[in-house]
């Protein structure tokens, strides 16, 4: 089944050492986004790529940055975690309005961030 | 600037009763409505959307939601509560920009489920 898979679902970092989540998606989608949800709260977004293109919200901090290598894969990093930071980490993906994509954005299954 | 209520933090009923969970938005163009599930330590799942035509829109699960343009509302409903449906609901709007490609969804701040038994 066509899908978005993250990894690791749960990951465990220590205080400013940096950490990289990853998504990958095979709906070959050419919109990805990451969401930031804490307790049950809204998810924030953060970034999105629209193709190779990357779209920064205003309020994200510089600590978080992505990378997208490839149409498939997509990669979050924080490059100095603080304890603020422990959440939920949410990637989606859609395919754009200009390409016949039907306002859905699907959701992988989160990936938990523990900071210590 | 778009945004979405969701009045209710969490929502009770019984198992076998129908269940509402309500959802109002504000945007200033035509509204693109989802609604998105999520159980613990999962991801969003799609439920249903409305974006044009029939106000009642049918979706994953028994899940309906209608669409209320005098109202300005997006209730999501089920005839038959299920124990199973016990999780968080987010309703969301999209951006009615029309100028970029992608959407970008304006969450609800959810709203919890408890279907007892």
């Known amino acids: 089944d066509a899908m978005v898979i993250q990894n690791p679902r749960y990951q465990v970092t220590q205080f400013g050492k940096p950490v990289t989540l990853s998504c990958s998606q095979t709906?070959?989608?050419?919109?990805m986004y990451w969401y930031q949800q804490k307790s049950s709260q809204a998810p924030k977004l953060l970034f999105h790529?629209?193709?190779?293109?990357?779209?920064n919200e205003a309020d994200t901090p510089d600590n978080f940055q992505s990378r997208r290598p490839n149409t498939s894969f997509c990669f979050l990093d924080i490059r100095s975690p603080g304890l603020g930071d422990a959440a939920m980490y949410l990637c989606?993906?859609?395919?754009?309005?200009?390409?016949?994509?039907?306002?859905?954005?699907?959701f992988g299954p989160g990936t938990r961030l523990l900071v210590l | 600037a778009q945004s979405v209520a969701q009045p209710e933090d969490q929502v009770n009923v019984a198992e076998g009763n129908p269940l509402t969970v309500k959802c109002t938005y504000s945007?200033?163009?035509?509204?693109?409505l989802f609604w998105y599930v999520q159980y613990p330590n999962r991801g969003l799942q799609f439920l249903l959307k409305?974006?044009?035509?029939?106000?009642l829109v049918k979706g994953s699960y028994g899940f309906e939601a209608e669409f209320n343009k005098s109202q300005t509302s997006f209730h999501l409903k089920k005839p038959s509560a299920l124990v199973s449906d016990s999780a968080l609901y987010f309703c969301?709007?999209?951006?009615?920009?029309?100028?970029?490609?992608?959407?970008?969804?304006?969450f609800g701040t959810g709203t919890r489920l408890l279907v007892s038994p």
């Open positions: 409305y974006i044009t035509g029939d106000n």
């Open positions: 945007v200033s163009g035509n509204p693109y």
């Open positions: 709906l070959n989608h050419n919109v």
């Open positions: 790529y629209y193709d190779k293109d990357f779209n």
């Open positions: 969301a709007v999209r951006d009615p920009r029309v100028d970029t490609g992608f959407q970008k969804l304006v």
């Open positions: 989606a993906t859609s395919r754009d309005i200009w390409r016949g994509g039907r306002e859905t954005q699907y």
